[in-house]
């Protein structure tokens, strides 16, 4: 998000553009929390970011190819914890990013 549409949010007369992002964010943690817990710690300490799309479509970004094709095998089985709680998802990728993973993993 570029600053200017976050100083056109923060400035907006109404709350409900900045009530609208908030709870953005706290549906994008909560689908994180999600795919993290579908995994061990390890696998989930790859995953940098999970977004599901308009369209139903769920993209998982890790930080290689290696743990991309581990991600893939249980895609499935991560499709059905996701259905319970976002059941419109139809479909999901497993996509690299381009810049490195830095997460802290909570005990």
């Not at 549409?5 to 964010?25: A, E, F």
Request: include cysteine; glycine fraction near 2%; aromatic fraction near 8%.
């Amino acid at each position: 998000m570029s600053f200017t549409k976050l100083k056109t949010i923060l400035n907006s007369k109404s709350n409900d553009t900045l009530d609208n992002l908030l709870q953005r964010v706290k549906d994008i943690q909560k689908l994180q929390d999600i795919i993290s817990e579908s995994f061990d710690k390890e696998t989930a300490s790859h995953i940098a970011v999970c977004n599901i799309d308009d369209g139903g479509k769920l993209t998982i970004f890790c930080d290689s190819g290696s743990w991309q094709s581990k991600i893939r095998f249980s895609q499935e089985t991560v499709l059905k914890k996701i259905r319970k709680k976002y059941p419109f998802v139809t479909f999901c990728e497993v996509k690299v990013s381009n810049k490195s993973i830095k997460k802290n993993i909570q005990p």
